[in-house]
């Protein structure tokens, strides 16, 4: 399959880097490393994917291009559009021109993310209590110092979007009801700290965002009627570990299973392999996801934003 590279930023080095010897040419409009400046300056006969890594802004007319010339595109989450029927358009369009539309969310490729998603649907844990997730990175100065980044809910789409992800591809269809339980502009013009939670449906769930974690860090805690599961760490920051531990009754110290991988971050390839397969498949778009994302995030954007203003 040949692709291009559209946006050479961080995530478009990390795209061309995995999917190397695939990739004709990269486009972006000021970076020195680009073929092209616009997508639409490229030959539709030079390529059969897109590996979209771009900003927010432009992403909705690059897509629709694209999955219109029948173009399959891999792009950077969230799929951020500013009407639902955005969305709907791309899954027509997509369906029209036999393109697939995959929206990237590597970390469903963590090695211990995957051991979890098993667990879950083993039933080995029996009924699911509650879940905490945190995921902070200290990235507060570079997010504020970008142009484009330090505005809008901030930290709330973008590993918020992660988190919620998660929670989906662990739990399946959960519940939408999530509120904002806290948001604060600690440094940043937008939130750069959210905490949000769903008190209904089950299990329930907490979800913990920073840009303040000078460390990164990921953590997760899940508590359930025959034991609890941990992830403590990605690969990407190493090590990372995770533990089931079995329940004893009444009570008394559960018998524990523990795994720890000190290893590169496999995701990126994973994911690039995972996408072209699922290209050669045949397999048709399915917005449904980004829909849920996009009606929980526009909903919560509105009150971190709020609830940020109220505390500050």
Known sequence: MRVIVVGYGVQGKKRLRVAGPDVVGVVDPISDGSRWRDVHEVPLDAYDAALVCTPDGPKLE????????????????????????????????????????????????????????????????????????????????????????????GVLPDLGSHLLDTSRFWFGDIDAGFSVIAANCFENRAPDHVVIASETGWPRIELEMTLLMWRNHFTCDILAENGTAHISSLCKWGPTTFIHRQRVRPSGRPPEESVTLVQDDPTWEAEYLHFKRECASGMRTDLSNDLWLHRVLSRLGKEAVQRAMEAA
């Open 62 to 153: 690059i897509l629709r291009h694209l999955l219109g010339k029948g173009k399959h595109v891999l792009v950077e989450k969230p799929l951020h559009v500013s009407r639902e029927d955005d969305l709907f358009e791309l899954e027509r369009l997509a369906g029209a021109n036999n393109a697939l539309c995959y929206t990237a969310y590597n970390h469903r490729f963590e090695p211990h993310y995957v051991r979890m998603h098993d667990l879950l649907r083993s039933g080995t844990l029996g009924h699911i209590y509650r879940c905490r997730m945190f995921y902070g990175n200290g990235t507060a100065r570079l997010v504020r110092d970008s142009a484009w980044r330090d505005q809008g809910a």
